[in-house]
Nanobody, 129 residues
Framework: QLQLVESGGGLVQPGGPLRLSCAASGFTLDYYAIGWFRQAPGKERWGISCITSSGGRTYYSDSVQGRFTISRDNAKNTVYLQMNDLTPEDTAVYYC??????????????????????WGQGTQVTVSS
């Protein structure tokens, strides 16, 4: 079964760090662009970061630029999102998704499900004191 699984979410205090992981099973991520997205209650799903297959290009939304870092370890079939200086506005369900033509779509924009080929189930991130 082809799937992506996010992990690493949880409750963190404002200003704290958190690292999310996106692991693939049933297929290799080597040739896919991988995006991270988040959805807060009552809002649409928004693209916040993406990395191309080789890791040569990375993209960030304005809201996370300078605080979040995306990286990938193809040997582990995993993509990471290091989040620093978290604020309550970062509270959301975070999703990763894989795009088979190695194109980062819908970053700093609303994303449609059909813009990416595979989606994870999401992991909750709550930033609160």
């Amino acid at each position: 079964q082809l799937q992506l699984v996010e992990s690493g979410g949880g409750l963190v205090q404002p200003g704290g760090p958190l690292r999310l992981s996106c692991a693939a099973s049933g297929f290799t991520l080597d040739y896919y662009a991988i995006g991270w997205f988040r959805q807060a209650p009552g809002k649409e799903r928004w693209g916040i970061s993406c990395i191309t297959s080789s890791g040569g290009r990375t993209y960030y939304s304005d809201s996370v630029q300078g605080r979040f870092t995306i990286s990938r370890d193809n040997a582990k079939n995993t993509v990471y999102l290091q989040m620093n200086d978290l604020t309550p506005e970062d509270t959301a369900v975070y999703y990763c998704a894989a795009e088979s033509t190695n194109v980062c779509r819908a970053i700093d924009a609303t994303v449609r499900n059909d813009e990416y080929d595979y989606w994870g189930q999401g992991t909750q991130v709550t930033v609160s004191s």
